[in-house]
């Protein structure tokens, strides 16, 4: 008994070198998201100064460039109370899109499971769901507003219906990818279409929702700024349009890319997030 204890015992240090190998995963999969980011933000910087340099009749009021913003947010002598302004209003908008990314997403999974488990309720509801996608946001945002209200719960509908249907898509094609022949040994035991689900497809899945996911992120925030802008009054949806008729263009350009910024952060973080799962998973078969 001892013997067989002993062959079945972990390694020394397997257990310290598991959660090792997880942060590692999880760094390098954010490293390997931040590093094309940052060439690409970059490349926009550089064209944003090339842009504004090539139509000079734009003028200084109206087109700031990146070193204006840093100006505006970090070395000028009001640098203080822009930061708390822009911060403040996106430190809103991060709370709206974070309630619209969990409702989107969420429904999205409950939607998709529904939909492979019994087809028939796919049949009945995409045609509608499609129809429904087609109408623009901005014409679907005030009839919400009325239905839900201006508060947190009407600004999580409308987020929630930006993520919502881009994730089922996703969703349903990765619970669909999973292996026949897996799917056919859990039934053969006596697991019901449920099990199997559980079992089987939703670990196949994982890739599909972290894509889902990180697609959503920017999803969530331009649902939160539309309702901000039409329904809420709050945020930067709502401040950067009331910047405009007061001329105040360094808190535009300021709110947009602080909000950019803020997107690729997340998106970021979802990736390491990802990656860490992932190796979990690979763990685990």
Do not use: C, N
Not at 222 to 230: D, H, T, Y
């Amino acid at each position: 008994m001892s013997a067989t204890a002993t062959t079945t015992r972990p390694p020394a240090g397997e257990s310290a070198v598991r959660p090792a190998s997880y942060v590692l995963s999880a760094l390098l999969g954010l490293v390997r998201t931040l590093v094309p980011i940052a060439i690409a933000a970059g490349v926009v910087l550089l064209l944003w100064w090339l842009f504004l340099a090539a139509f000079p009749e734009i003028g200084p009021r109206v087109g700031k460039t990146p070193a204006d913003i840093w100006a505006y947010l970090f070395s000028g002598p009001e640098a203080a109370e822009h930061r708390e302004l822009v911060f403040g209003d996106l430190a809103i908008t991060l709370r709206d899109a974070a309630w619209g990314f969990v409702a989107g997403m969420l429904g999205a999974m409950v939607a998709a499971a529904m939909y492979v488990l019994l087809p028939v309720v796919e049949q009945a509801t995409m045609p509608v769901a499609m129809l429904l996608r087609s109408v623009p946001l901005v014409a679907m945002t005030p009839v919400l507003a009325l239905v839900f209200g201006r508060g947190q719960v009407g600004v999580a509908v409308i987020g929630g219906i930006v993520v919502f249907f881009p994730a089922l898509v996703t969703i349903v094609l990765g619970l669909r990818s999973a292996s026949a022949q897996a799917l056919e040994v859990v039934v053969a035991y006596g697991g019901s279409r449920w099990t199997a689900l559980r079992m089987v497809a939703v670990p196949s899945a994982v890739p599909s929702i972290f894509a889902a996911a990180r697609l959503s992120v920017p999803a969530a925030l331009i649902g939160a700024l539309v309702a901000e802008w039409l329904a809420s009054g709050e945020g930067l949806g709502t401040s950067m349009i009331r910047a405009i008729p007061a001329y105040a263009y360094d808190q535009l350009w300021a709110s947009i890319v602080v909000v950019t910024g803020a997107s690729i952060l997340i998106y970021a973080v979802v990736a390491a997030f990802e990656s860490l799962a992932l190796l979990r998973f690979s763990d685990r078969g």
